[in-house]
């Protein structure tokens, strides 16, 4: 078995590898001369008016065959464990199957389906111990097939943090054991490295997960690439990402972080065992590293069918829109508006002076404008102003209507906190234009009520990781106030806020709490929400969690990015995947 195995993997690879130099070449070529627009002038261009792709599904073709390809910004890595880029987690849609998935269904791509198991999971006890059950006949690229302990191994590898960097880390707060934690696979001993105890392979299809504490929404964090199956044998640690291997209807060819990304045909892949992939083209080219304006211009102008980087069109491509009235196919009849999900907010550090007085924290909330927030943000094309702590791609959300700034309230609070002359404070930012542009508008607004702002923008690759995310340096460093972006790994109430407002996700490293709002109110609220018995009644349950968070003052939800994505003249299948904000690569097709 150990000697066909790699002859299998090579021979897909020498199969695959032939195309692929020419298919980078020929569409890096194309990209790079946009602006010529040859593709534009050749191809009947589908538009199948506004939202199409919403509810329905943008230019259905079943046809096979074709490049599809794909621009894209910078991918951090094609390692399922890794990676935590959206648009990349729909990439790997295309090479990593996971026991359940999104949906393809157009209008409930955030819904769940079975994907390597049979059904979403069962659990006897309220979501404390989930089971899932694998098909039978799913293989990887290789032929070896997949079975509950290359699950279960994949599941590991997130917890060796000294070797699998940046990825998400939900299975560890999930399934470790603080008093004994599991170092991962590189540290364990146990015979075939699977010493999780938390995880139980008994046979070659069935897993069991043994949880912390219960979570209804767990399936959703095996919908994550992160929970993908990796066979421990051609696992390379840390340079897996160069060469990860399939369990999906498509492999890595050819990676160059230059010229991009090939994907091949797997012949392993068999479509009887899948429901969600329809793989209609026969490869996949993915330029990697475009700018936002780059990107928009090679979908205008035929080049590119598909941006995958989540962030939808540019200012400059949005202002086009309704401005080409003579053209046969208006460009807003080829726009799909999502809801981005990503929420910009002021956290005021409760353990900071003086925002450990929830008068204080209430004077900044009442004297901020939001509809000037959205303004630097780039007007109503690019954000909405919000008040709550909860998405527009999440339902049943509490509601989020903006009061407007009421300065007279503003002035009562700082009376109320004993600082009627206002106060100074830093408030820390991302480095960056649009986060410094609302920090030094919110700044703005906090001066005219006597709150004086020294704006301090820190690095941004580190910003999270270990500025805001060290709960010591913000203290040490009088930050009052942090401008943050924040959206759910998976679109559930209960992953968007928990990391926020729950006191006992409080850490000493990579906290997400960034407002360090621990209120035992909140955190009954969460428990109750947890142990709902029933859908509505959670939701109901998570909305009062929402609300009352925010009545601490401890979060000030300012505005929600606004995304609209431009299908390229090629499309075909087009279905907006919500969670990702983007097409879904899973079942896009070409003409």
Not at 208 to 215: A, D
Not at 266 to 279: E, F, I, L, M, S
Not at 388 to 400: A, I
Not at 560 to 577: D, H
Request: glycine residues 12%; aromatic residues 4%; proline residues 8%.
């Amino acid at each position: 078995m150990d000697s066909t195995v790699p002859r299998g993997r090579a021979g897909v690879r020498g199969r695959i590898a032939a195309v692929a130099a020419a298919a980078l070449l020929v569409v890096g070529t194309a990209v790079s001369c946009a602006g010529a627009g040859e593709d534009a002038a050749v191809l009947p261009v589908v538009g199948d008016g506004p939202d199409a792709g919403v509810s329905g599904v943008r230019a259905p073709s079943d046809a096979a065959g074709g490049t599809l390809r794909v621009v894209t910004g910078e991918v951090d890595s094609l390692d399922p464990q890794r990676s935590y880029l959206p648009g990349v987690w729909n990439l790997m849609r295309l090479y990593t199957r996971t026991l359940v998935s999104y949906s393809s269904e157009p209008g409930r791509t955030g819904e769940l389906v079975p994907d390597l198991a049979t059904d979403l999971g069962s659990t006897p006890d309220g979501g404390a111990t989930w089971t899932f059950t694998l098909r039978e006949g799913v293989r990887f690229e290789t032929g070896q097939p997949i079975t509950s302990r290359d699950v279960k191994y994949g599941i590991e590898r997130s917890f060796a943090s000294d070797v699998v960097v940046g990825g998400p880390t939900r299975v560890v707060e999930l399934l470790d054991d603080p008093a004994d934690p599991y170092a991962g696979p590189w540290q364990d001993e146990t015979p075939g490295r699977l010493g999780l105890a938390s995880v139980d392979t008994p046979d070659d299809r069935t897993i069991t997960f043994r949880l912390r504490s219960p979570q209804p929404d767990f399936p959703y964090v095996m919908a994550l690439p992160s929970s993908g199956p990796v066979p421990i044998d051609l696992d390379t640690g840390a340079d897996y990402g160069l060469d990860p291997v399939s369990s999906g209807p498509y492999a890595v060819a050819t990676r160059d972080d230059v010229t991009g990304i090939v994907l091949e045909r797997n012949p392993q892949w068999d479509p009887a065992t899948d429901g969600v992939r329809t793989a209609l083209p026969d490869r996949v080219v993915v330029r990697t590293g475009l700018t936002g304006l780059q990107r928009d211009q090679a979908l205008l102008a035929g080049s590119a069918d598909v941006d995958v980087s989540g962030t939808g069109i540019q200012a400059p491509t949005t202002a086009r829109l309704g401005q080409d009235g003579g053209a046969e196919v208006p460009l807003t009849d080829r726009v799909d508006e999502v809801a981005g999900s990503v929420v910009r907010l002021l956290a005021l550090p409760t353990d900071v002076a003086p925002f450990d007085d929830a008068s204080c924290r209430a004077a900044v909330a009442a004297a901020v404008d939001r509809a000037a927030v959205q303004e630097a943000l780039g007007g109503p094309t690019e954000a909405v102003p919000t008040a709550r702590l909860w998405p527009q791609g999440v339902e049943g959300g509490p509601d989020g209507a903006d009061p407007g700034p009421d300065v007279a309230a503003a002035e009562a609070a700082l009376a109320a906190c004993g600082r009627p002359e206002g106060f100074r404070t830093v408030l820390a930012t991302a480095d960056g234009p649009n986060s410094v542009a609302v920090a030094e508008r919110v700044a703005g607004q906090l001066a005219a009520v006597g709150v004086e702002v020294e704006v301090r923008p820190l690095d941004a690759a580190s910003f999270y990781a270990t500025e805001v995310g060290n709960p010591d340096r913000v203290r040490d460093n009088g930050i009052g106030m942090v401008l943050a972006s924040w959206t759910a790994d998976v679109p559930t109430p209960g992953s968007f806020l928990v990391p926020l407002v729950d006191g006992r996700s409080i850490s000493a490293v990579g906290n997400t709490n960034f407002a360090r709002l621990a209120d035992p109110a909140v955190d009954a609220l969460i428990d109750a929400a947890r142990t709902a018995p029933d859908p509505e009644a959670a939701r109901t349950a998570w909305r009062e969690v929402a609300t009352a968070a925010t009545a601490t003052g401890a979060y000030v939800p300012l505005a929600e990015s606004r995304v609209q994505l431009l299908a390229g003249q090629r499309l075909r299948n087009g279905v907006v995947m919500g969670p990702y904000t983007g097409y879904d690569l899973a079942t896009a097709g070409v003409r």
